[in-house]
């Protein structure tokens, strides 16, 4: 067997997103049903959805808008218990 690693599917999902962003950095700032990607952040492993937070906020996305229950992006964070991205997104939102 060969010596080289096998990347994990979140490495392999997270460059994917990188290169259709890279691609189409639109994709960042759909709207959808009223919610955007940043509302979509999965919490089962934070440190991941703060990644995945900040390449769509390199690439447009705004934490700012609100769905059709009026949640921001950092209010589904903090929801889901995700307080550190849903600092970040704060911090984001504060600089618009």
Known sequence: MGGG????????????LREVLCDEPERARVVA?????LMWL??????????IARLLLAHGADPTLRNNDG??????????????VAEV???ESAER
Not at 43 to 49: G, T
């Open 5 to 16: 690693t096998i990347p994990r599917r979140d490495e392999l999902v997270r460059d994917r």
């Open 33 to 37: 049903g009223g919610h955007t990607p």
């Open 42 to 51: 999965s919490p089962h492993d934070e440190a991941r959805a703060m990644e």
């Open 71 to 84: 949640m921001t992006a950092p209010d589904r964070a903090e929801r889901l218990a995700m307080f550190d």
């Open 89 to 91: 997104l704060r911090q």
